[in-house]
């Protein structure tokens, strides 16, 4: 059960991760580096 | 790639978990930062407005800047609390500003309002998207996709400031007054002055970290 959840949130932050990547920034100031295989 | 402690642990507690490989930790690294950072700047922001009395113009900044800073780019800060300073306290600010400039007639937010929008569709033209060495633009499609949309995102803009202006709704005149100020926040942050502005905010903190240091 506790492996279902975890794979759940990670596919979440996975899928979050890559429609992050595809802005060249977000609302705050900083850029948090893209990593290398997100970068197009 | 260097992330932040906090999304380190985080992401190796859950790649651990699910047995995921060091790229996929990465990535969950990455998105672990780029979301409590935004997370806590935008309620930071949330709450500074509040405690103003401008929530409704601190919500028109965040929302008008999310859909800039996603589609146009900007300067950018090397520090993420730097960063977070800024944000937390630039976006009340401009909606203080805008509660103060609504007693103005209508005709001269009108005439802010079309200034505004004028300054940044030619910044969008000149300059959108503005990439950083940490998010690059590889892609000249990606490059054009971008450009296109911020533009779009402004049409908008220009859409609820006509849509606000005939609303009998207390707040118009305000949230008009925070759009247009946003929208040349964000201008700003497409321009040259707009990335020294941010070094010198990262070049003061420097010298202070020095100066504490001896």
């Known amino acids: 059960m506790k492996y279902r959840i975890f794979g759940f949130v990670v596919t979440?932050?996975?899928?979050?991760?890559?429609?992050?990547s595809a802005a060249p920034c977000s609302v705050s100031q900083y850029q948090t580096a893209v990593p290398e295989s997100l970068r197009r | 790639m260097s992330y932040l402690p906090f999304s380190r642990r985080c992401a190796v507690f859950l790649a651990?978990?699910?047995g995921l490989d060091h790229e996929k930790e990465?990535?969950?690294?990455y998105i672990i930062e780029v979301l409590v950072i935004n997370l806590l700047n935008i309620c930071l922001a949330l709450?500074?407005?509040?405690?103003?009395?401008?929530?409704?113009?601190?919500?028109?900044?965040?929302?008008t800047a999310f859909f800039f800073?996603?589609?146009?780019?900007?300067?950018?800060?090397?520090?993420?609390?730097?960063?977070?300073?800024?944000?937390?306290?630039?976006f009340p600010i401009i909606a203080l500003l805008g509660s103060y400039l609504s007693y103005l007639r209508q005709p001269y937010i009108d005439l802010i309002a079309a200034a505004s929008v004028l300054i940044c569709l030619l910044k969008l033209l000149q300059s959108a998207p503005v990439d950083s060495p940490a998010a690059p633009i590889i892609s000249p499609l990606r490059r054009k996709k971008l450009k296109i949309a911020s533009l779009m995102v402004l049409l908008a803009v220009v859409l609820v400031l006509a849509f606000l202006r005939q609303s009998p709704w207390p707040y118009a005149?305000?949230?008009?007054?925070?759009?247009?100020?946003?929208?040349?926040?964000?201008?700003l942050m497409l321009s040259s002055y707009g990335h020294r502005i941010l070094a010198?905010?990262?070049?003061?903190?420097?010298?202070?970290?020095r100066a504490g240091r001896r």
């Open chain 1, 12 to 20: 979440l932050l996975l899928l979050l991760a890559n429609i992050a």
């Open chain 2, 16 to 18: 651990t978990r699910t």
């Open chain 2, 26 to 29: 990465i990535i969950l690294a």
């Open chain 2, 47 to 63: 709450l500074l407005g509040y405690s103003l009395g401008v929530l409704p113009g601190t919500v028109a900044c965040l929302v």
């Open chain 2, 69 to 90: 800073r996603h589609t146009a780019g900007g300067a950018h800060s090397n520090s993420p609390w730097r960063c977070g300073l800024v944000t937390m306290t630039v």
């Open chain 2, 173 to 187: 005149q305000q949230v008009q007054l925070c759009l247009a100020l946003t929208v040349l926040w964000i201008s």
């Open chain 2, 200 to 209: 010198w905010i990262d070049g003061i903190a420097i010298k202070k970290e």
